[in-house]
T-cell receptor, first 116, second 110 residues
């Protein structure tokens, strides 16, 4: 199947700093990328959907000024957690979808963020 | 009502047992349905898509009931390696985004 990578796989940062997470589709062009957050023992919660070259669509309750998403190319999307706080500590997972809407999403391996 | 609801679990079964998970969804316009498997601290991986006619892949059988808006997953002859959290995923129709159920944790014991 298609491969999606994320970098870094884990990061520890101090409160108040910003962290950037990269999501890359390695062998296909991702017209749409999704960012999810998963807290322990909970399911994935969609944060935002981004289409290449346009602004991301954020889910209700997700602060767009705090979670900056850039989808500048068909193979790369970035999520920047600005002014991180301990409550932002979570497992962040991206996924990418190629052509057809409703088609399979391919997930990255996730990034574990710990804010101290 | 949640967009996607699953059996809360956890399910603890012996090896060789048959186990079934159910999932209901609220958006009648949903078109695509999937079961994903997620191991601890890993990303979800597609287990199988769910088709209207039902489909089978080895020990796994998925069924869809559009009238009742529910999806099921049946695992026969459970293996230790089947231990994981199983996520029901539904296309909600708006922008064809996927919505995940909370997951059902399965533990298969020797």
């Amino acid at each position: 199947g298609a491969v999606v990578s994320q970098h870094p796989s884990w990061v520890i940062c101090k409160s108040g700093t910003s962290v950037k997470i990269e999501c890359r589709s390695l062998d296909f062009q991702a017209t749409t990328m999704f960012w999810y957050r998963q807290f322990p023992k909970q399911s994935l919660m969609l944060m935002a959907t981004s289409n290449e070259g346009s602004k991301a669509t954020y889910e209700q309750g997700v602060e767009k000024d705090k979670f900056l998403i850039n989808h500048a190319s068909l193979t790369l999307s970035t999520l920047t957690v600005t002014s991180a706080h301990p409550e932002d500590s979570s497992f962040y997972i991206c996924s990418a979808r190629g052509g057809l809407a409703g088609g399979e999403q391919y997930f990255g391996p996730g990034t574990r963020l710990t804010v101290t | 009502r949640k967009e996607v609801e699953q059996d809360p679990g956890p399910f603890n079964v012996p090896e060789g047992a048959t186990v079934a998970f159910n999932c209901t969804y609220s958006n009648s316009a949903s078109q695509s349905f999937f079961w994903y498997r997620q191991d601890c601290r890993k990303e979800p991986k597609l287990l199988m898509s769910v088709y209207s006619s039902g489909n089978e892949d080895g020990r796994f059988t998925a069924q869809l009931n559009r009238a009742s808006q529910y999806i099921s997953l049946l695992i026969r002859d459970s293996k230790l390696s089947d231990s994981a959290t199983y996520l029901c995923v539904v296309n909600i129709g708006r922008n064809n985004d996927m919505r995940f159920g909370a997951g059902t944790r399965l533990t298969v014991k020797p």
